[in-house]
C-alpha cells in the first residue's frame, strides 16, 4: 500500500479518535487514556514525554499512528505507548511500517531499547503476534496485573 508518516497535527485528532473508538479491543477507559495523551502532545508542543506520528494514504487520509516516549529516570530506553492502526487497513504491513520508521527515529537519537506492553487477554492475541512478528521478545509477565486472569505482558526490542 502506498502510504506515507508524517508527524501528528492538530487537523488529524478526529480521525486518530475515530480510529481508536473503532477498534473493538479497547475498553472505554484505553480510549480515554489514548485521547488524553493525544491532546498532551497537541496542546503543548513543548513537551517532549509523547510523541506522535501517523500513516497517511494517498489522499492524506490517517490510516494508523504510533505514540512512544522516553521513560523518565532512564537512559535510552523509550516506551510504545500506543500504535494502532485503522480496522479497515489491519493486516496489510501498516504496523510494521510504523515500528520501523520509530525503530529508525529512535536509532538516530542513540536510543537503547523498545518496550511495549500489552494484555495476555485473547483480543490482544493478534497484538502479541504482532509484537513477536516485528523483532519484540517477551521479556516479563505480570500475573493477575490488569485483573485477575489478565496478565501484563511486556515486550523488549533492542535498538541498535
Ligand atoms: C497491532 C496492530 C497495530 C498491527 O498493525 P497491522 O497494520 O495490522 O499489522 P501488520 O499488517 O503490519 O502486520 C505485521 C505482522 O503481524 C502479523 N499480523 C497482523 N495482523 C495479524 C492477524 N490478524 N493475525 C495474525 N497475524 C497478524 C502479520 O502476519 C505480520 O507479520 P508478517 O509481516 O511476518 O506477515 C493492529 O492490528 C491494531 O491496531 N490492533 C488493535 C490495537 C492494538 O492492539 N494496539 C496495540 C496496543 S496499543
Redesign the pocket.
Known amino acids: 500500500m502506498n502510504i506515507n508518516i508524517r508527524k501528528v497535527l492538530s487537523s488529524d485528532r478526529d480521525a486518530i479518535i475515530s ?1 481508536v473508538n473503532r ?4 475498553t472505554d477507559e ?1 480510549k480515554d487514556c ?1 485521547k488524553e495523551l493525544l491532546d498532551i502532545y497537541l496542546g503543548n508542543p513543548e513537551q517532549k514525554d509523547y510523541n506522535f506520528f501517523c500513516a497517511v494514504d494517498k489522499g492524506e487520509k490517517v490510516i ?1 499512528y ?2 512512544y516516549g522516553r521513560i523518565p529516570l532512564t537512559e535510552g530506553a523509550y516506551d ?8 479497515l ?11 520501523n520508521r520509530l525503530e529508525s527515529v529512535l536509532k538516530d537519537i542513540g536510543a537503547r531499547m523498545l518496550l ?3 494484555s495476555s487477554k485473547p ?5 502479541k ?6 523483532g519484540f521478545t517477551e521479556i516479563a509477565r505480570i500475573k493477575d496485573f490488569y485483573k485477575i486472569g489478565d496478565d501484563k505482558m511486556i515486550y523488549r526490542k533492542e535498538v541498535s
Open positions: 480510529i477498534n473493538g479491543n479497547f484505553e489514548a494508523g504510533i505514540c510504545l505507548y500506543w500504535i494502532v492502526v485503522d480496522p487497513y489491519q493486516g496489510k504491513g501498516i504496523g510494521k511500517v510504523l515500528v511495549a506492553e500489552t483480543d490482544y492475541y493478534k497484538t503476534i504482532f509484537y513477536e512478528r516485528n
